[in-house]
């Protein structure tokens, strides 16, 4: 190595530091609540083999699997044909992508005439096209139904827009002024990262800075497998269950197998569920992000995250699986909800071998819900995407944290007050959903209530959900949480203007209440939109009297509950 380490260690955060930035450019550029308030994205900077070097604290399931679409759209175009301004687009779940949604932008950076580095950010457009405004068709049988595919193409190509691929993108979703505006901002971002690897380069020389690259992903290389290390030596195998794909109600099993060997470490999904009907496929390129992210949560948390903390990991997932389907599967549920099961599936095999830096799982769920219609009072279309926070699980120590995305996810809850002036929809309530939380001498923390009354004429809704009929595991002896309201878990239920109340089951024929398409509600119609918390951790007989009266005092826990889960009587003031 010729660079010095502290030339090194400042090359490295600033990289970090950029895309920060560049993550700040789009947010505030942005036109959908899902990016500017949601943060639904996530930047990085790669190398010019498609290596990611640098990435800030954004959304683990994107940046996991951003590598394998960076990678695979430079070899598709020719990475020696690409010029200065040219930018890529791409979201196709098959070649590197995670569901149709999400976008992949890159910029490559030349300096000197060289490719330097690629600046890529993956956001989720709100509409995609497809079978239902927001592009979550909980029916979905082929990805035909889920919006329109993208291959890596170019959006501009040597600072010129091309037009024609512009129209093309606009002419398939349903609002094009947010997707216009949005994809906009995800160039706006690339445009700075650019800047500032240059600005880099200007300071430090493009040489120091070519080697740098390969010299961080080296040492995060070193870390991780020194990590891995610590790890007892053996196989480790866990089953987790999605609850159904939509069509049938069967449960599907994402099977792993996690072998450590020295410094060495391989994630088998053989035994896995052959592909599902319906829309909750995983691609590989999201299984292997669900497999790096719990491996990431187990170790020194101050690895610098990049390629080199992928290189030890070997994933193996069978084609024509729930974890790595063959085309043209749907695949739109995959990378949000079975991406929790990979995850969870991951982490109880870790448990075996590492049980005290585990927590138990959470809520599950990002209860996507996504509707549009016609705003006559704006006198435009509209389509939003609401997704859920939750409880988390137990943890050694601590009680899990209530009102949080999952553990596999870093995105925000947007606010009600945005969604509001931006939809014809009013939030009624939005609270803690008591005793939602998993038993345990560590309890899960609480899911959340979400009341939503719509007030435009028509309003067309679907819903890709799980953790509806079943429920978050509890570890070493803590309790899943109980079921709520009807027997379901998380849920979404209807109470109608005409005063009919249920699920999508009992009101409209569903085959699934957590995997439903195209609803149609009207003015004054009301959702109740609900999670659970997550998975208790430890026997709930080892938890401090003070602690439960605590969560009986402030509401968390019914008194009758701590006492029948915990047996605490005189905690809770009960004979």
């Keep these: ?164 691929t512009w129209r093309l993108i606009l002419a398939n979703v349903r609002d094009k002024e947010s997707t216009r505006g949005d994809m906009q901002a995800m160039f706006g971002s690339l445009k700075t990262g650019e800047r500032e690897v240059l600005e880099l380069v200007r300071r430090y020389g493009r040489e120091t800075v070519v080697e740098a690259l390969e010299e961080i992903k080296d040492y995060s290389e070193r870390r991780m497998r020194q990590e891995i290390a610590a790890i007892p030596d053996g196989v480790y195998q866990f089953v987790n269950w999605l609850e159904d794909d939509g069509h049938s109600l069967e449960p599907l099993a994402v099977a792993v197998t996690v072998t450590i060997d020295g410094r060495d470490a391989i994630v088998d999904f053989t035994g896995s569920a052959k592909q599902a009907r319906g829309p909750i496929n995983a691609p590989y390129a999201v299984t292997a992000s669900n497999v790096y992210c719990p491996f990431l949560e187990v170790v020194s948390p101050d690895i610098p995250t990049n390629h080199g903390c992928y290189r030890p990991i070997t994933v193996i997932a069978p084609p024509g699986t729930v974890v790595n389907p063959d085309y043209p599967a749907p695949v739109v549920g995959g990378n949000v909800e079975t991406s929790a099961r990979i995850s969870e599936g991951v982490l109880g095999a870790l448990a075996q071998a590492v049980p005290e830096r585990v927590i138990a799982p959470s ?110 595991f509890g570890m070493f002896g803590g309790r899943p949480p109980e079921p709520l309201e009807g027997g379901l878990w998380n849920h979404v239920r209807f109470r109608l203007a005409d005063g009919r109340a249920g699920t999508a089951v009992e009101l409209f024929g569903r085959s699934s209440p957590s995997k439903w398409g195209d609803i149609e509600l009207h003015a004054g119609d009301v959702v109740e939109y609900v999670t659970v918390g997550g998975g208790g951790y430890g026997d709930p007989a080892g938890r401090d009297a003070a602690r439960v009266a605590a969560d009986v005092e402030q509401g968390y826990v019914d008194a009758a509950r701590a006492a029948r889960l915990y047996g605490h009587l005189e905690a809770t003031g009960r004979a």
Excluded at 56 to 68: E, I, K, N, R, T
Excluded at 101 to 112: I, R
Excluded at 366 to 391: C, I, K, Q, S
């Design 1 to 164: 190595m010729t660079v010095d380490l502290i030339t090194l260690e400042i090359l490295r955060s600033g990289l970090v530091k950029l895309t920060e930035e560049m993550g700040l450019a789009m947010g505030r550029t942005s036109h959908s609540p899902i990016f500017n308030e949601g943060r639904d994205y996530s930047c990085a900077v790669f190398d010019p083999a498609g290596e990611m070097v640098a990435q800030a604290a954004f959304d683990p399931l994107h940046l996991g699997a951003m590598p394998f679409a960076v990678e695979w759209a430079l070899h598709e175009l020719d990475v020696t044909s690409l010029v200065p301004g040219d930018m890529i687009l791409t979201n196709d779940p098959y070649r590197g992508g995670s569901h149709l949604p999400d976008f992949t932008m890159m910029v490559p950076v030349f300096a000197d005439g060289e490719l330097v580095a690629v600046c890529a950010n993956r956001a989720h457009q709100v509409d995609v096209g497809g079978s239902v405004p927001g592009s979550f068709f909980g029916e979905a049988t082929e990805i035909f139904q889920e919006g329109l595919t993208v291959p890596p193409v170019f959006m501009y190509r040597g600072g010129e827009p091309v037009a024609d």
């Design 363 to 472: 809520h599950g769920s990002f209860l996507n819900l996504t509707g549009g219609g016609h705003d006559p009072d704006a006198g435009r279309d509209f389509v939003f995407y609401l997704y859920r926070e939750g409880g988390w699980g137990g943890r050694p120590g601590a009680d899990g944290n209530s009102a949080l995305f999952g553990t596999w996810s870093n995105d925000r809850q947007s606010s009600m007050e945005a969604n509001e002036q931006a939809y014809p929809i009013r939030f009624e309530a939005h609270a803690l959903t008591l005793d939602s939380d998993g038993a345990g001498r560590d309890r899960g923390g609480l899911g959340t209530t979400m009341v939503i009354r719509v007030l435009c004429p028509s309003l067309r809704l679907s819903l890709v959900a799980e953790r509806c009929r079943s429920s978050p």
